[in-house]
């Protein structure tokens, strides 16, 4: 079907809007970081009247920003490993096995994504806490319980996405790996990892992306040294003042491992997003 004047135009229109919607904001964001606060602070200009990188060196002693990305760092990395891990033993026993309650594990893994997050807030809070004084575990303000919290909503979409992928890899492959005498284990890595590579970085980038720009739980669950990026910008927000172009550079500086991350596996994140969607 040939497309039309109108329909070409639209397209047009549409992609231009959506373009426009995307790096204004960027540009904004730009702009802001290269001016002194004053200009920032006086009203909206599209260019600044002196372009400084002042803010770039200020924002690192405003705020403890080197130790906030250092936790969102570690606690996005674990996290991400550990939900990916867990995640691809789980989705291999779902989908290769027949097992008694495996359609209501399925359901109640599927089914955890319809609740809030703020649901699981103060239960979270409690535990870690009373377990804390019970036995001196440390969780609450710790890496370790932001891990496990974020595992507690990153995992089980994690599980559901895999299943729909390993679903997608023809069984024919592990009767041949049997054949050949594999077991289970070595033709899960040997057999079903390698061709599932789009899969499981999907899955590693949706779980460390979850966990990298979160508020809510780690706005609670953390104290001064175990503080994350997504909380800690707020720090730029005093009593006196808020420090717009400061908070414009360091949201440029800790975007960038991010944004060259997702940019260098964005075709295995798109190829595993399908598979396991239509499944």
Same mark, same amino acid.
């Given at each position: 079907? !040939?497309?039309?004047?109108?329909?070409? /135009?639209? !397209?047009?229109?549409?992609?231009?809007?959506?373009?426009?919607?995307?790096?204004?904001?960027?540009?904004?964001?730009?702009?802001?970081?290269?001016?002194?606060?004053?200009?920032?602070?006086?009203?909206?200009? /599209?260019?600044?009247?002196?372009?400084?990188?002042?803010?770039?060196?200020?924002? /690192?002693?405003?705020?403890?920003?080197?130790?906030?990305?250092?936790?969102?760092?570690?606690?996005?990395?674990?996290?991400?490993?550990?939900?990916?891990?867990?995640?691809?033993?789980?989705?291999?026993?779902?989908?290769?096995?027949?097992? !008694?309650?495996?359609?209501?594990?399925?359901?109640?893994?599927?089914?955890?994504?319809?609740?809030?997050?703020?649901?699981?807030?103060?239960?979270?809070?409690?535990?870690?806490?009373?377990?804390?004084?019970?036995?001196?575990?440390?969780?609450?303000?710790?890496?370790?319980?932001?891990?496990?919290?974020?595992?507690?909503?990153?995992?089980?979409?994690?599980?559901?996405?895999?299943?729909?992928?390993?679903?997608?890899?023809?069984?024919?492959?592990?009767?041949?790996?049997?054949?050949?005498?594999?077991?289970?284990?070595?033709?899960?890595?040997?057999?079903?990892?390698?061709?599932?590579?789009?899969?499981?970085?999907?899955?590693?980038?949706?779980?460390?992306?979850?966990?990298?720009?979160?508020?809510?739980?780690?706005?609670?669950?953390?104290?001064?040294?175990?503080?994350?990026?997504?909380?800690?910008?707020?720090?730029?927000?005093?009593?006196?003042?808020?420090? /717009?172009?400061?908070?414009?550079?360091?949201?440029?500086?800790?975007?960038?491992?991010?944004?060259?991350?997702?940019?260098?596996?964005? !075709?295995?994140?798109?190829?595993?997003?399908?598979?396991?969607?239509?499944?």
């Amino acid at each position: 079907m !040939r497309e039309t004047a109108g329909e070409r /135009w639209g !397209r047009r229109i549409v992609l231009t809007l959506l373009t426009l919607f995307v790096v204004i904001p960027l540009y904004v964001m730009v702009t802001s970081a290269a001016k002194p606060l004053q200009d920032v602070q006086n009203g909206f200009t /599209w260019w600044p009247s002196r372009p400084t990188l002042q803010p770039f060196v200020d924002m /690192w002693s405003t705020v403890p920003l080197a130790r906030y990305l250092v936790n969102s760092l570690v606690v996005s990395t674990i996290a991400a490993v550990c939900s990916v891990v867990v995640a691809i033993f789980a989705a291999f026993a779902v989908s290769r096995y027949r097992f !008694r309650g495996r359609g209501v594990f399925s359901v109640t893994v599927l089914s955890t994504q319809m609740f809030p997050g703020i649901l699981f807030l103060l239960p979270l809070f409690l535990i870690y806490v009373n377990l804390g004084n019970a036995t001196g575990i440390e969780l609450y303000a710790s890496r370790t319980g932001l891990v496990i919290t974020y595992l507690t909503f990153s995992l089980p979409f994690s599980i559901w996405m895999l299943v729909g992928y390993f679903d997608s890899i023809p069984r024919g492959l592990d009767e041949a790996a049997q054949v050949d005498g594999a077991g289970p284990l070595r033709t899960l890595f040997q057999v079903i990892l390698p061709a599932a590579v789009p899969g499981v970085v999907a899955v590693t980038v949706y779980a460390f992306m979850t966990a990298w720009g979160e508020v809510l739980f780690a706005s609670v669950m953390t104290d001064e040294g175990s503080r994350t990026l997504a909380v800690g910008l707020q720090g730029y927000s005093t009593q006196f003042n808020v420090y /717009w172009n400061q908070i414009m550079a360091a949201s440029l500086v800790v975007s960038i491992p991010v944004v060259v991350g997702f940019l260098a596996l964005q !075709r295995y994140f798109v190829a595993g997003l399908t598979a396991g969607a239509v499944k």
